[in-house]
């Protein structure tokens, strides 16, 4: 089966698997399945970064 590769970038699901990197922000929309797999993987989590060092015991 011939993989569907982004575009912009020529990544396939494929090569994101093996090296555990997605190409460029296009292949979340080229690559459908790759996007099933984020949801899966991320399911119900959320990242809101690191609060800066000199703000982190304050309350936002």
Known sequence: MEQKACPYCSSTLKSIKESGFVGCEHCYRE??????????LFDGKSFSGRKPARRRNEEF
Do not use: P, T
Request: hydrophobic letters at 40%; proline letters at 0%.
């Open 31 to 40: 690559i459908k399945e790759l996007e099933e797999i984020v949801r899966q």
